[in-house]
């Protein structure tokens, strides 16, 4: 009688664990977060000082031309408000890619590279990490925007809209930002990677109509990613038509979630294989 072949099954212990790693490396970042408040403080400061200085410096100028039925400054904050918010998640990924090339750059990778986890969860982590932070930077400009006079016409549909469009945003810009924090040498570098992605808003109709634009640069104002983004959360929050522009912005979230995500992972997995 032939004797069964023994097979051993591999130890609960070396098994992988994407879930628990995850939430692990989630745990990691955001007490990162919590030690270094200066960091957010800092991503979050920009866009509200740009917020401060477009409505008391510029919106009288700015919104008298806007035709509103107000006029002036209580025209332009409700038109402003919406690049603003964009352009907090835009600062707050720049974080993101600081933090990935921190890892990539400090031997943190190498650490990893020697421990029995999910590879994925690296990344996840940040992803989860930074989408968190950039929800609580949202929180904080949106209610300055209010203090100084946004007054958003929503119903409460329509600000989930702008909740989950938000959340999609930060999502693909995320994942962007961690690959072109992978490919940074330096943090240095890592920390102006992203200041062409932040001055998008300023090149779009996030602070002025494109209307009043050159041809040339009013044709790139129209056609970039972020304009049919703020042309969205302007309609949402201001209730007024969007239009097409809800579906071409989450088009161009999905091609940048897609593309920066396949970025990540093939970029990540040649470093964490060598």
């Given at each position: 009688m032939s004797t069964p072949a023994l097979t051993s099954p591999a130890p609960a212990a070396l098994k992988f664990h994407p879930l628990h790693d995850s939430a692990t490396m989630l745990r990691r970042n955001l007490k990162r977060m919590v030690r270094y408040p200066s960091m957010t403080v800092q991503l979050v400061g920009m866009?509200?000082?740009?917020?401060?200085?477009?409505?008391?410096?510029?919106?009288?100028t700015l919104g008298a031309g806007l035709g509103g039925t107000s006029g002036g400054r209580a025209d332009y904050v409700n038109y402003v408000a919406p690049g603003i918010i964009l352009m907090t998640i835009t600062a707050t990924v720049q974080g993101t890619t600081i933090s990935v090339a921190m890892d990539m750059t400090e031997g943190i990778i190498a650490r990893f590279r020697t421990m029995h986890i999910a590879r994925v969860s690296v990344l996840t982590g940040h992803v989860l990490g930074s989408v968190i932070q950039a929800m609580i930077s949202l929180a904080i400009v949106i209610g300055v925007a209010l203090l100084v006079g946004f007054r958003p016409t929503a119903g409460l549909g329509a600000w989930f809209a702008t909740a989950g469009l938000l959340l999609v945003v930060t999502f693909a810009l995320v994942w962007l930002a961690v690959a072109l924090g992978q490919v940074s040498k330096t943090v240095e570098s890592a920390s102006n990677v992203l200041t062409p992605l932040i001055?998008?808003?300023?090149?779009?109709?996030?602070?002025?109509?494109?209307?009043?634009?050159?041809?040339?640069?009013?044709?790139?104002?129209?056609?970039?990613?972020?304009?049919?983004?703020?042309?969205?959360?302007?309609?949402?929050?201001?209730?007024e038509p969007i239009g097409n522009n809800a579906w071409i912005a989450l088009g161009w979230c999905a091609v940048i979630a897609l593309g920066g995500y396949l970025w990540s992972r093939r970029l990540f997995n040649r470093e964490f294989s060598r």
């Open positions: 866009p509200i000082i740009f917020l401060l200085l477009f409505v008391y410096v510029f919106g009288g001055l998008l808003p300023f090149l779009g109709s996030g602070f002025v109509p494109t209307d009043s634009m050159p041809a040339g640069l009013r044709w790139f104002a129209e056609y970039q990613p972020f304009t049919p983004i703020i042309e969205t959360l302007r309609g949402l929050l201001m209730d």
